[in-house]
């Protein structure tokens, strides 16, 4: 029997579960507050937070966050799933060029259409963000995914 995966908007009762998911990735809390970032999260049948992604919205920039599954989770698609929905939520929302640093999946980025830049290229907004300035080291790569929006309307 497969067990069913519900992919939902998170609501502030959510955080607990998110931090406690991101901090067993090695991925950075400090920031994670409400209302900051949009998250989505998969959740499994006992309603467990076992994924999630987060958006951090700059106008028609967007850098996206804190992007994990968790260890037992991994390779059933759940990663992909939520990809594919922060995308939709995206421009839904009007973002055009999608941001991130990765020290780990770089890889996983490329195959669905980022590109690696040198963090110098990315915009003022971006630049500032707590991501860029303290909480991912300097040897993050730096991948943008441009023109969501025209890739979709040529889709």
Request: glycine fraction near 6%; include cysteine; hydrophobic fraction near 35%.
């Amino acid at each position: 029997m497969t067990e069913t995966i519900k992919y939902t908007i998170a609501g502030n009762e959510h955080l607990s579960s998110i931090r406690h998911l991101l901090s067993s990735s090695q991925l950075p809390v400090s920031d994670i507050e409400e209302g900051k970032i949009d998250f989505i999260v998969a959740s499994n049948e006992s309603d467990e937070v076992i994924g999630c992604i987060g958006l951090e919205r700059f106008e028609a920039d967007a850098l996206l966050r804190s992007f994990a599954v968790e260890q037992t989770w991994r390779n059933k698609k759940i990663g992909h799933q939520l990809f594919n929905r922060l995308l939709t939520m995206s421009r839904q929302q009007g973002v055009n060029d999608l941001h991130l640093l990765t020290t780990t999946a770089e890889k996983f980025f490329t195959s669905v259409g980022f590109s690696s830049l040198s963090r110098s290229e990315a915009p003022v907004s971006i630049k500032a963000t707590a991501e860029f300035t303290s909480l991912c080291p300097s040897t993050s790569t730096y991948m943008v995914m441009t023109g969501i929006q025209t890739k979709a309307a040529n889709s």
